[in-house]
């Protein structure tokens, strides 16, 4: 005892300096935490922090050596964990080792036995016969085990399965794509107490190998192209081929863009659906599923199990958490393998997750929610169920800013189980205020829906690049907000979107209002910039190239009924004070919006931009007399080849000096294309 107190006061000593400790799997907690002797979690090094500086803020640095720490619970820091501005308290990888946090319970190879269920064996695909192993998820003891709701949307709330660190996919058909409806019989009853599901006919015999007696459900865009739904079916017929739902989806079966209407209608033909945790359609290697009402998952392993980590995610919480904490940095740690979030971080300021890699995690990566001056760089971000990082922060009554930063992150195949509203970023938006916030150099790929989601006020994206998203969905954007008249004073400018044709690159939805949409490069989207009837939005310098259309404005308001009656969009104006300082101040242009023509696009100015080959260049949707309060000209377009770029085929679409674009529209200003994506910094410093 004496010899560990005078260890705490030789530390308590140390504090100004910088309290250093060491953690190690092959480490002891009973140990000092010295270099020699290290300690073996996180949780012990934080409490011996909490001692050593005797709750002081002075900065501290905790080295973590690689290999494996699992986390039974959220590692959690609070306020008297905190450094001080200039002195932070560092939990970072030791250096060129790789630490990681992993949130999954190990399955051993034991664990998994034979199927020797004639009828499970009856019902497996022939490929798959002698090669599905089981595992009883209820001798143990896994909470996420199921059954999935009748009907939901994003992941259900189940368990995943790792496979020597890659997610396994659950068993589906068609394994790759989407099948389609035939057509609809019945849209089914989504208002009143019923909620009768709906009826459609499928297109081949491959449903009648499944038993919806077992538990089957569907996934599919059953009306719209943003709003996938997993609904359980209720029974198959096979002679008139036919699939019923067991609950009404929202707006009922079959395309169509009017939820008022209450028929059944025939829909398009082209509903997207698949089914999901099918035992029968097990047939590669990796898939798995889970009979709900057995309590077995069934899986086909890719590798011998005895050679392999298998890794069951069971816990919705994060793995790190901290709250209220300040001037905390996380470094170059990996978090992975949990069915939550990867580090949520709320209130207190300056804390910074830097050259970390968050993946195989079943919902966000990193969430930020309040305090100030937080960051998120040079991080990896892939493989993720939901979203890749969340950011909301700031007063939008006060316009106070939180100076949050989402900077040089590579963020990737992330929405892999909630399809949609699970984007790269999401700044503010769907409930949550941003005020003040950054995402600049960042580089966000292949997803299923929208790159970026914001709304709030002034915020700034820029020098981000971003391609193939929108590869499952429609009518979204890769920048997109929507439906707010009070979301103003937002930048995306200097960003580079393209390879994307499901998607707008831009996309200012529904009356959303009053942002800039400056210099950006745009190739190969749906469209480029395109403003929804909303006021006061500045489309100038943007180079739009090989686009169906280049430029969209529009006048829905009027047939929407965006006027004085529309409840959402007034409220927002009134909620904010708008005629009052800071809003009358910040944004004067808000002035005359409830008293004139609120449901004309009033106020938006677009100049000065380039489209090259687009289908259409400018696209104005409504009546000619409803555009005369917007400023529309000075744009070129030029026919396809005619751009004069640098080096198209290398993806550099800056302009020649000889470019026509400089001769025909001299105030064109120069594309900033090397500072555009990632950069090399301290946290990165090789690029993919």
Known sequence: ??????????????????????VSPAGDDASPGTRARPLRTLARARDTLRTAR????????????????????TFELGERDSGAKGGPVVYRAAGGEAPRLIGG???????????????VRKRLDPAATGKVVQLDLRALGVRHAGPWPD??????????????????????????????????????????PSRRGGTFVYRTDRPARWDPADGLWLKGFWRVPWQPETVRVASIDTTRRTITHARAVGGGLGSKYTPEVHGTRKGSGKENWIALNVLEEIDRPGEWCIRFRAGLLYFWPPAPTEKATVLISDTLDPLVRLKDASHVTLRGLTFEASLGNGVEVSGGSGCLLAGCTLRNLGRTGVVLRGGERHGVRSCDLHDLGHGGVYVSGGDRLKLVPAGHAVVNNHIHHFGRIKTTYAPAI???????????????????????????????????????????????????????????????????????????????AVYLDDGDSGDAVIGNVIVRTGCGPFIGGGHDNVVRDNLIVACERGIHL????????????????????????????????????????????????TGNVVERNVTVGCGKALHLGGKAERFRFSRIGGNLDLPAGEGGFVDPAAMNYAPREDSPIRRKLPGFPPIPFGKIGLVRDAYRTKLP
């Open 1 to 22: 005892m004496r010899t560990t107190a005078l260890w705490i006061l030789a530390l308590a000593a140390q504090a100004a300096a910088g309290v250093e400790l060491y």
């Open 426 to 504: 999401q700044m503010g938006a769907y409930g949550f205020d941003a005020v003040g916030c950054r995402a600049a150099h960042n580089l966000i790929h292949h997803a299923p829906h929208a790159a970026v989601l914001y709304g709030g006020n002034d915020n700034v994206f820029e020098y981000n690049r971003v391609h193939h998203v929108a590869l499952d969905s429609g009518d979204v954007g890769a920048f997109y907000t929507w439906h707010d008249w009070t979301s103003r004073g937002n930048v995306i400018r200097h960003n580079f979107i393209h390879d994307s044709p499901r998607c707008n």
């Open 105 to 119: 319970r190990a399955i051993r190879a034991a664990d998994f036995q034979p199927v020797t269920d004639p009828a």
């Open 554 to 601: 529009d006048d829905r308001g009027v047939a929407r009924g965006y006027n004085l009656s529309h409840a959402r969009l007034v409220g927002q104006v009134r909620r904010v004070r708008h005629t009052e300082p800071p809003w009358s101040r910040r944004y004067p242009e808000m002035r005359d919006l409830l008293t004139f023509h609120p449901d004309w696009p």
């Open 151 to 192: 009907r939901f949307t994003g992941d259900g709330g189940i368990v995943e399965l790792f496979f020597d660190g890659r997610r396994m996919p659950l068993a589906r058909w068609p394994n790759e794509g989407w099948t389609t409806i035939r057509t609809v019989l019945d849209s089914g009853v989504w208002t009143g």
């Open 54 to 73: 005797g709750g002081g803020r002075g900065p501290a640095t905790v080295w973590i050596a690689g290999g494996v720490y699992r986390l039974a619970e």
